[in-house]
Nanobody
Framework: EVQLVESGGGLVQAGGSLRLSCAVS????????IAWFRRAPGKEREGISC????????YYVDSVKGRFTISADSARNVVNLEMNNLRQDDTAIYYC???????????????????????WGQGTQVTVSS
C-alpha cells in the first residue's frame, strides 16, 4: 500500500523559512516522481515542484524558483521541500503526491491526472503572516 505522510507545516512570518517533509512507503522510491502541490484559499490545486531520483529530474514552477529547494533521501524514503523567503501568497495547504511517471512541467500541470492516478498525503498547512 502506497503511503505518504507530510510534516513540517506551520505559521511563519514573511521572509522566513520552513521545511516540509514527505515520508513515503509502499513503492520503489527511485521509480516514482514525488511531487509537492499546494491549494491556496479560493484557488485550484497547483503543482509546484517534483523530483524523481531515478532520472535525476527536478522541476519547479516559476513562482517558487530560487526560493524553494526539493531534495530526496533515498535511504530514508523522504522528500524534503526547503522553503525560503516565504511570502503571504505562499499560504496554502501543501500536499505531497507520488506517481509512476516522469517529473517535468507538462506532467506537473496535469493536475487531473494526479488526482485520478496519483497517491496523496493528507496535507499540511503553511501560513505566512505579514
Amino acid at each position: 500500500e502506497v503511503q505518504l505522510v507530510e510534516s513540517g507545516g506551520g505559521l511563519v512570518q514573511a521572509g522566513g523559512s520552513l521545511r516540509l517533509s514527505c515520508a513515503v512507503s509502499g513503492f520503489i522510491f527511485d521509480d516514482y516522481t514525488i511531487a509537492w502541490f499546494r491549494r491556496a484559499p479560493g484557488k485550484e490545486r497547483e503543482g509546484i515542484s517534483c523530483i524523481k531520483t531515478g532520472d535525476r529530474a527536478k522541476y519547479y514552477v516559476d513562482s517558487v524558483k530560487g526560493r524553494f529547494t526539493i531534495s530526496a533521501d533515498s535511504a530514508r524514503n523522504v522528500v524534503n521541500l526547503e522553503m525560503n523567503n516565504l511570502r503571504q501568497d505562499d499560504t496554502a495547504i501543501y500536499y505531497c503526491a507520488a506517481a509512476n511517471w516522469a517529473c517535468h512541467a507538462q506532467n506537473m500541470a496535469a493536475t487531473t491526472l494526479w488526482t485520478d492516478y496519483g497517491s496523496w498525503g493528507q496535507g499540511t498547512q503553511v501560513t505566512v503572516s505579514s
